[in-house]
């Protein structure tokens, strides 16, 4: 198996959109992430019951939206309704659950790169990197550059190596257990994404000699960054917009 896919992001990713400043993995954060000066942006995706890929981070409801339960036992219809702001402020109140479909839109018109990390409803892994991986190679069907694909679950990126094989694909690990840079080679990965602490420098010419790139989430403290901009890391997601300016020298 093999990512063919060109290495798609810039050094610095605003994580779930804008990270903490608006609300999380919406079409505002989007907008307030790129007023930072931000081009490329990580997200979270699962799909709804009739198999729309949509954003959202948790499994249910209960954090983010005023509903209770499953995202993943309603039907994009309904969920396409919900108010996914207001929990963050008054000012977002309204601000809707977005589709991939219009996240891409947003995207590709204002030439912004993408992390689209998989993030199945449990059981729901296979399915939703197959669903998203089609979908992504129909959205950016005309793009100079696609979508990275990332995921926890090594199920949901053997789904997208299955319906977009050409698409690059990164493996997220909150712990470096035995065997995790065999199975990212294995699942043809082209980076490995990190908790951050678990980086340094020989983790990353570890990574590098396998020919992978080594990037870390979620970085929102100039210290670590400086330290992990040391040890040499090719990216870094972070919630603090505010904080990290992508136009200025690392
Ligand atoms: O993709 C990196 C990061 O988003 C993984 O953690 O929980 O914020 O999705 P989480
Ligand atoms: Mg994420």
Redesign the pocket.
């Known amino acids: 198996m093999d990512a063919t896919g060109a290495w798609p992001l810039p050094f610095w990713i605003a994580?779930?959109g804008a990270g903490k400043l608006a609300p999380e993995n919406t079409l505002a954060a989007f907008r307030l992430g790129a007023r930072h000066g931000y081009r490329a942006f990580?997200c979270?995706v699962k799909l709804s019951r009739d198999g729309v890929p949509f954003l959202l981070?948790d499994a249910t409801l209960d954090r983010t939206t005023p509903e209770r339960g499953l995202a993943a036992e309603r039907d994009w219809s309904e969920l396409s309704r919900l108010d996914a702001g207001g929990w963050h402020g008054r000012s977002y109140a309204g601000e809707p659950l977005p589709s991939l479909d219009s996240i891409a839109g947003f995207s590709l018109a204002n030439g912004h790169a993408l992390?689209i990390?998989l993030?199945p409803t449990p059981g729901e892994e296979l399915r939703t990197g197959q669903m998203v991986g089609r979908e992504v190679l129909r959205l950016w069907a005309d793009a100079a550059s696609r979508p990275l694909l990332?995921s926890?679950r090594p199920e949901a990126l053997l789904g997208a190596a299955e319906t977009a094989p050409e698409l690059p694909r990164a493996l997220?690990l909150?712990a470096l257990k035995p065997g995790w840079l065999e199975q990212a080679r294995g699942l043809g990965c082209v980076a490995v994404?990190t908790h951050y602490p678990l980086m340094d420098a020989a983790t990353v010419a570890t990574i590098h000699a396998a020919g992978l790139r080594a990037l870390v989430?979620?970085v929102n403290d100039p210290a670590s960054a400086r330290w992990l901009i040391a040890s040499g890391v090719d990216g870094i997601?972070t919630d603090a917009v505010d904080r990290f300016s992508p136009a200025e020298p690392r």
């Open positions: 994580h779930r990580e979270d981070h992390n990390e993030k990332s926890f997220l909150d994404v989430y979620t997601i």
